[in-house]
């Protein structure tokens, strides 16, 4: 009866022991923690199994990238390697939650982690950082990644970024311009603020300041503290002493 009777108390307040608050990080904040930034095209995948001396597997999917214009950091390479953790091979699957598709023949925007220990990159916050392209009005429009993920949550009409205003987040971010590649077309900046493609942004009535994904980060308030959830299990103890004496009495 003990730990029937603690159990229903914790599980009462389970809520409070595992509230979590939410933090709103910009869209210009995402972008000045990327390392690089690139558009390029997705040529083809790849999937590499590892062992390490352990025994343990890791499988690792790669997609293979045409960068045609580097929009922030140090990448001079015509094609990079991405990869994301995952895929299936030599009889073994491994899926995880979150990790971005490739898709091949894709034109995308990939926000990118610093280079890893095989020569390759990731995008930065899983699929948060992969982000696809469409035409509107003359504009080149940033779609999915964290875009997609703030609409879904807040069941919010679809916030437009162009890449010209993403272009002009980096130049306002950044200390260092965009690396020069092969076939890597620049930014006009010589272009009247209506002329831009980010007058699509305006013309919504949203800035890409605006723009916001949640943070969860462990709540210091209330039960919601691991002093909170040991309050609970010691007057848990206490109620089931005191029912526990006054039956014998």
Request: cysteine-free; charged content about 25%.
């Amino acid at each position: 009866m003990k730990l029937h009777f603690i159990s229903m108390l914790l599980f009462l307040h389970l809520p409070n022991v595992m509230a979590t608050s939410f933090h709103a990080e910009s869209f210009e904040s995402f972008t000045s923690k990327s390392k690089h930034i690139v558009r390029g095209t997705i040529r083809r995948q790849q999937v590499e199994k590892t062992t390490a001396p352990d025994g343990t597997i890791t499988i690792y999917t790669y997609a293979l990238v045409e960068v045609k214009e580097p929009l922030k950091g140090g990448i001079h390479q015509a094609e990079i390697r991405v990869r994301r953790l995952g895929g299936e091979t030599e009889g073994y699957h491994h899926e995880v939650p979150g990790s971005p598709e490739f898709k091949e023949g894709e034109d995308t925007v990939l926000f990118l982690t610093g280079e890893q220990e095989d020569g390759s990159y990731e995008v930065e916050s899983m699929e948060m950082g992969k982000f696809g392209l469409r035409m509107e009005n003359g504009a080149e429009i940033l779609t999915g990644g964290m875009l997609q993920f703030i609409q879904r949550a807040k069941n919010a009409p679809e916030k437009l970024v162009t890449l010209g205003s993403l272009r002009e987040i980096i130049r306002a971010t950044s200390t260092t311009p965009p690396s020069a590649t092969t076939g890597g077309a620049q930014a006009d900046t010589t272009a009247s603020p209506e002329s831009r493609p980010d007058s699509a942004v305006r013309r919504e009535g949203t800035t890409p300041s605006e723009i916001s994904t949640p943070d969860t980060t462990p709540s210091t308030s209330g039960l919601g503290t691991p002093l909170g959830a040991l309050v609970l299990v010691v007057l848990a103890l206490l109620g089931w002493l005191a029912l526990r004496r006054r039956r014998k009495h």
